[in-house]
């Protein structure tokens, strides 16, 4: 019976601080930094393709020689940021553009009427 050595899974703790370390810096950066918004948003970035290479090497095993002798799966990779990309990209285009059709519940439908003050009849008690 061959014995199996069974310890911590280094390239997992590795990992998962990895990543608890560039989560809580994208959170620093939105919420605590002077930066300008622009340079906020890059760095979220950055850290957000660091953070998908960690978890592709760290933890799906993309390097591995029991995932298919070190085949990349690159056909379903490919599918899934091309998924993502779409996901994103209507996100961001819905939040930006939005679908208003100036109906804010104001019974008319024009949103965007500049409504003239009438001034009150009194009867003059």
């Given at each position: 019976?061959?014995?199996?050595?069974k310890?911590?899974?280094?390239?997992h703790v590795i990992g998962f601080i990895l990543s608890l370390v560039m989560t809580v810096a994208a959170a620093w950066a939105a919420i605590r930094s002077?930066?300008?918004v622009t340079w906020v948003i890059i760095g979220i970035m950055v850290l957000a393709l660091l953070q998908a290479g960690v978890?592709?090497?760290?933890?799906?095993?993309v390097?591995?020689?029991g995932s298919g002798g070190g085949?990349?799966?690159?056909?379903?990779?490919?599918?899934?940021?091309?998924?993502a990309a779409i996901l994103v990209a209507?996100?961001?285009?819905?939040?930006?553009?939005?679908f208003d059709h100036g109906d804010h519940g104001g019974g008319s439908?024009?949103?965007?009427?500049?409504?003239?003050?009438?001034?009150e009849e009194h009867a003059g008690h």
């Open positions: 019976m061959a014995s199996s050595k310890g911590i899974p280094k390239n002077d930066l300008p978890q592709l090497f760290m933890f799906m095993h390097i591995e020689a085949h990349v799966p690159w056909n379903m990779m490919f599918h899934g940021f091309a998924l209507g996100s961001l285009f819905t939040m930006s553009f939005g439908g024009g949103g965007d009427e500049q409504f003239e003050e009438q001034p």
